[in-house]
């Protein structure tokens, strides 16, 4: 179930909005993924679809953001990060978002996935 989930977040995985480029490396149930984006851009990243009774969470948030949310899309159940540097910020953001799989009831696994964003001017 782990594999399957963390593929489907991978194969899903999208940057809109001032894209230079994108990382990620993957062991067991951690993520970690690099994204460069411009000053003063908007990050919007597709964690794709999860399970209806999984949950989603941003449980470290970062420091530099003026907005750092989980929007789901109404339209096609799918979820997203969006993430705006705070205006002048250009280093490296980091976020840690938590992905908590059910089966009917209380969360049997979870994947950890760590976001670092690299802003540039």
């Known amino acids: 179930m782990k594999k399957y989930i963390g593929c489907v977040l991978l194969a899903v995985l999208s940057l809109f909005a001032c894209k230079k480029s994108i990382q990620t490396d993957s062991t067991g149930d951690k993520y970690n993924i690099t994204a ?3 000053q003063d851009s908007l990050l919007h990243y597709s ?3 999860i399970g209806i009774e999984d949950a989603l969470k941003i449980s470290m948030s970062p420091l ?3 907005i750092s949310e989980l929007i789901k899309d ?3 159940d799918s979820w997203y990060y969006n993430y705006k540097t705070a205006p002048g910020f250009s280093s490296a953001d980091r976020i840690t978002l938590m992905h908590y799989i059910s089966a009917g009831g209380p969360p049997v696994d979870s994947v950890t996935i760590y976001l670092t964003i690299e802003v540039i001017q």
């Open 47 to 49: 964690l794709g679809n």
């Open 36 to 38: 460069e984006i411009k």
């Open 74 to 76: 109404p339209t096609d």
């Open 64 to 66: 530099h953001a003026v």
